[in-house]
């Protein structure tokens, strides 16, 4: 074997792990499971644990008061966010590949929109570091901090879209239990609701996900358990 040879072979070995369409259902399901299982936990933190308490709505002297105090709680909230929106890409291949035997089009569709879904929070985590720099004028900082929620929840539409067209997935696979498909489409019209209700009713708050998540805690336990059964190759 040249030398040629020699390094794309060894180039192609190092990339394999990285491209997730050459995994195997097993290897697709448990990062799925650990991705989501990671997620549940940084998104949980970041929002209830870091940005929620220091935001007080309506109070922009309160909010500022809150962030200066504590601004590296602040930005942990944010770092928390974003590695979340790195592993919704990272779920979303292997969610793509794990489904695309019941349906390609269909599983990539869903890929798709769960990638487009992080984009945009990448997008409203951007008005929380521009609301941080107007810290100086709490008046216009607050509109702009809040607007984070807003564009957050919105987008959850598509990550709502996501998860109908994965529970759909789920259902026909014949591998996953029928009934977490449907429970996962349940979650899928939780964040559309909220999505709707957020772009469409003045002081609307996001309630309808917050009861109708249950799929995505089953389906989390379902691909680190049962998935670790799926065929290796």
Known sequence: MNRTSLYSSKTNVLQRPMNFTTWSPRTAAIVAGLGLAIMAVLAGF????????LIARGDPDQTALNISGAPLLFFVGVGGFFIVALLDIIVAGAMYTLFKPVNRRVSAA??????VYAVLLVV???QLLIGFSLLGDPEAALPVLES??????????????????????AFRSGFVPKVFGILLAIAGIGY???????????DFSAVFAQFMFVGEVVIIFW???????????
């Open 46 to 53: 970041a929002n209830f644990g870091a940005i929620v308490p």
């Open 192 to 202: 559309l609701a909220d999505a709707v209700g957020m772009a469409f009713i003045p």
């Open 148 to 169: 984070f929620n807003t564009i957050w929840v919105i987008s959850q539409g598509l990550f709502g879209i996501s998860l109908l067209l994965v529970g759909y997935l």
């Open 124 to 126: 409203a985590l951007s």
């Open 223 to 233: 691909l680190l358990i049962a998935g670790r059964r799926l065929p290796a190759n």
């Open 110 to 115: 869903a890929a798709w929109m769960r990638s």
